[in-house]
Nanobody, 120 residues
Framework: QVQLVESGGGLVQAGGSLRLSCAAS????????MGWYRQAPGKQRELVAS???????NYADSVKGRFTLSKNNAKNTVTLQMNGLKPEDTAVYYC??????????????WGQGTQVTVSS
């Protein structure tokens, strides 16, 4: 019953910026963490950035210093500001939510994915 709505993907030139947003709705008892993963063709899905309920963030080494993840707890949203984009950032980006649907069950939920393409 959890729905993740993603926006902000697109085509951008190298060195440019994009902002991805993800809004969660539905039955969520408690959110453990939210963030973004990405997957390029022929590669495994990898963590880009995440933030937990306490506000602690973690980033892939490849994006540190370029990407910033923020959250709005009241709106159950996260925003990924991506600056200094590189062609190797090209991938489908997926919003992720890890949370409890009741007091004893948790699971990972995924958005449909949004394409980010960075031209050289």
């Amino acid at each position: 019953q959890v729905q993740l709505v993603e926006s902000g993907g697109g085509l951008v030139q190298a060195g440019g910026s994009l902002r991805l947003s993800c809004a969660a709705s539905g039955t969520i008892f408690s959110i453990v963490a939210m963030g973004w993963y990405r997957q390029a063709p022929g590669k495994q899905r990898e963590l880009v950035a995440s933030v937990n309920s306490g506000g602690a963030t973690n980033y892939a080494d490849s994006v540190k210093g370029r990407f910033t993840l923020s959250k709005n707890n009241a709106k159950n949203t996260v925003t990924l500001q991506m600056n200094g984009l590189k062609p190797e950032d090209t991938a489908v980006y997926y919003c992720n939510l890890r949370g409890y649907t009741d007091y004893r069950q948790w699971d990972d939920y995924w958005g449909q994915g949004t394409q980010v393409t960075v031209s050289s």
